[in-house]
């Protein structure tokens, strides 16, 4: 797994999802097997059925968080410079419209927020370019030009 960029702020909530996960879930769905096994016949029992499939669902988590842990590196929101890089926020221009983006890791990316991923089309383009360059974009829809008007 390649590096994975998280903020402070979203490191922490995934260490906690994942101490939710090893010491509550997965002894509440270890006692729902318990009880559903005292059910008798595990062919048809549903309960059994489901609670090995939230079962699954949890171990999955968990080592997919655990992975991710492993591979993650801390990066800071807003602390400027002068090239794009993972963490900055970035003002361009696209013809005659300011866009604000901040450039962050796969799992923080919420483009709807102006969060984009390091490794979508536009956060590729704009990493390592300067204030005042033109960073062209190929996208589904065509090629897009931005002008990068600040660095934050």
Known sequence: MPKQYLTKERLEELK????????????????????????????????????????????GRIFELEELLKEAVT??????????????????????QMLTYTIVGAYEARPEEGRISDES???????GHKVGEAVNVATPAGSSSYEIVKIA
């Open 75 to 96: 990066i800071k929101t807003g602390e400027g410079g002068d090239t794009v890089r993972v963490g900055s926020a970035v003002t361009v221009r696209k013809g005659g």
């Open 121 to 127: 089309p536009l956060g590729k383009a704009f990493l």
């Open 16 to 59: 906690a999802e994942l101490d939710e996960l090893k010491n509550k879930k997965r002894l509440e769905v270890a006692q729902r097997l318990k009880q559903a096994k005292e059910y008798g016949d595990l062919s048809e029992n549903s309960e059994y059925v489901e609670a090995r499939e939230e079962q699954a669902n949890v171990e």
